[in-house]
């Protein structure tokens, strides 16, 4: 996994994380790779690993069962469809609307392109 600069890699690595969950490489109840596990595999701190299992499960989107691991948890891809929607809405959003704005691009515009790309 190649790490960006501009987001915190343990908010990368839980990326990675809901990314799998929302494309059934991982299911509910499912036991995620333990911390050791991730962070040999992504060849990373453990303690970054812990920091992305911690937010992951601060957010219901994995839970701990005691001495077994992390598992996926129950509704876990509402949770991340609602985080990811609200973080497009709030910080993706209103770029591309000045973006949009500077360039004269109108709503017409961006409807023409969004009909073709779902189409």
Known sequence: MEFKDNKPIYLQIASRICDEILTHKLSVDERIPSVREYAAILEVNT???????????????????????????????????????????????????????ILGIGLEEVSDLWRQYTS
């Open 47 to 101: 303690n970054t690993v812990v920091r992305s299992f911690e937010y992951l499960q601060n957010n219901d989107i994995i839970y701990n069962k005691r001495g077994m691991g992390f598992y996926v948890a129950q509704g876990a891809e509402d949770v991340i469809m609602n985080i990811r929607k609200t973080a497009f809405l709030k910080d993706v959003l209103p770029d591309v609307f000045a973006e949009m704005k």
